[in-house]
């Protein structure tokens, strides 16, 4: 089956400490999304990339960096400078030009949940 | 500024009841509006989208949403809720341009009493 896949699901960083969260998508969607979910915050937009070798920030993307070696990779390194990292991350990708389809519409990962310690 | 706005952090409803989970937007151009749910510790799922035509858009599960352009509004909409029906749902818009980012609204909590 198709489909889009975070590690780990839960994930405990240290202060001062870099960690990566993994998303792999077998979909071959070309647009992924990393999203943050914060309680009553709804998701807020961190980095996105359209195509391999190129991603964007989003609306929140300090103390986080992405690559996009591969289509169906694109992990997320919360790194230290990132003061409150405490969340629920998820993963998304789509195909570029989606918005035009009928009934299509991004595909989540099941999130990861990060906790500092 | 493009945005989405769910007005009610939670909504509660009898199970057998009509449910109508509000959704608000602000977007240049024509629109297009999505809704999907999320279950606890989990990722969200399509539930369906309005791009253009009929106002009535028909989704999974049995919901509906209803577009409204002159109330800029695209209110989530099932005639009788299940408990199971009972999760937190979000309201995004797509926004201009080609870069394929989706806007959400905040959410709303919907809990379906028996």
């Known amino acids: 089956d198709g489909g889009i896949t975070q590690s780990p699901k839960y994930l405990f960083r240290k202060e001062g400490q870099n960690v990566t969260l993994s998303c792999e998508q077998n979909?071959?969607?070309?647009?992924m999304y990393w999203y943050r979910q914060d309680p009553g915050q709804g998701l807020r937009l961190i980095y996105y990339s359209q195509i391999v070798n190129d991603f964007q920030k989003g609306d929140i993307a300090e103390g986080y960096s992405v690559s996009r070696e591969k289509k169906e990779s694109f992990p997320l390194t919360v790194t230290s400078a990132q003061k409150n990292p405490t969340a629920f991350y998820l993963c998304?990708?789509?195909?570029?030009?989606?918005?035009?389809?009928?009934?299509?519409?991004?595909?989540f990962g099941s999130g990861t949940r990060l906790t500092v310690v | 500024a493009q945005s989405v706005a769910q007005p009610e952090d939670q909504v509660n409803v009898a199970e057998g009841n009509p449910l109508t989970v509000k959704c608000t937007y602000s977007?240049?151009?024509?629109?297009?509006l999505f809704w999907y749910v999320q279950y606890p510790n989990r990722g969200l799922q399509f539930l369906l989208k309005y791009i253009t035509g009929d106002n009535l858009v028909k989704g999974s599960y049995g919901f509906e949403a209803e577009f409204n352009k002159s109330q800029t509004s695209f209110h989530l909409k099932k005639p009788s809720a299940l408990v199971s029906d009972s999760a937190l749902y979000f309201c995004?818009?797509?926004?201009?341009?080609?870069?394929?980012?989706?806007?959400f609204g905040q959410g709303t909590t919907l809990q379906v009493k028996p």
């Open positions: 979909l071959n969607h070309d647009a």
């Open positions: 995004a818009v797509r926004s201009s341009g080609n870069t394929g980012k989706l806007i």
């Open positions: 977007v240049s151009g024509n629109p297009y």
């Open positions: 998304a990708s789509s195909l570029v030009g989606f918005g035009s389809l009928p009934n299509y519409g991004y595909t």
